[in-house]
């Protein structure tokens, strides 16, 4: 079945430092990926999207994203973080039955040092 | 451009009630999501509607949880009766693509606490 993981439950960076959060996918074909974040009482919003093309991808907020097929994952980068980060970041992918069915991840919570 | 909107925000309940939540998608998308968000874990998909059909609703428990898509526009998700593992945020979310071509966009979600 498809699936998205998330090694990483709890994260925490100083301020300024560089971040990496990490996620790995299962699927047979090319994936459709994404990351969501999630401020505390808030909904999620997307930070960037990859579909094809460069394996690099740029989102909002200063966020980037690597799609390595040999690796099947999809890490997210900030070169430094802002006391603003903390969040809850949320890697996603469609269905491998439906593939307008999104799938989460379980989500990594970036915590940021003063 | 007006977001997604849910009521209530929060609600509390015992155990064996009832309860409904609302959500209006953003105006012209066709596609309408429930998702349940268990405390400390990713966004799980109840129900996916486009249009005013159900395109997936195999993660819904039928037995207790049942949602519609008046017109194709707004949508309820209702839950009869409440059980304790049923204490959730309940997120509506809408795309105009579908999921996997598309972004998904959100609303700040129905906190359901069930004493």
């Known amino acids: 079945a498809q699936s998205v993981t998330q090694p990483d439950i709890h994260i925490t960076v100083s301020e300024g430092a560089s971040l990496e959060l990490r996620c790995n996918y299962s699927y047979g074909a090319t994936p459709y990926l994404f990351w969501y974040v999630q401020s505390p009482g808030q909904g999620l919003q997307l930070l960037l999207k990859?579909?094809?093309?460069?394996?690099l991808v740029q989102g909002i907020k200063g966020f980037e994203a690597e799609f390595k097929r040999s690796q099947s994952s999809f890490n997210l980068r900030k070169p430094s973080v802002h006391w603003s980060d903390a969040a809850e970041y949320f890697c996603a992918a469609p269905g491998y039955s439906s593939a307008s069915k999104i799938i989460f991840g379980s989500g990594t919570r970036l915590s940021i040092r003063p | 451009e007006a977001g997604v909107a849910q009521s209530p925000r929060y609600k509390i309940i015992e155990k064996r009630q009832s309860v409904a939540f609302w959500c209006n998608p953003i105006s012209g998308h066709a596609t309408l999501y429930w998702y349940q968000q268990i405390l400390g874990q990713g966004p799980k998909l109840l129900i996916q509607f486009q249009n005013n059909g159900v395109v997936d609703d195999s993660q819904l428990p039928k037995d207790r949880f049942s949602a519609e898509r008046l017109k194709g526009v707004d949508s309820t998700l209702k839950i009869q009766p409440a059980k304790l593992e049923d204490s959730a945020v309940y997120l509506c979310?809408?795309?105009?693509?579908?999921?996997?071509?598309?972004?998904?966009?959100f609303g700040e979600g129905s906190r359901l606490t069930v004493l």
């Open positions: 979310a809408s795309s105009s693509k579908g999921g996997n071509t598309g972004e998904l966009f």
């Open positions: 990859y579909f094809s093309g460069d394996t």
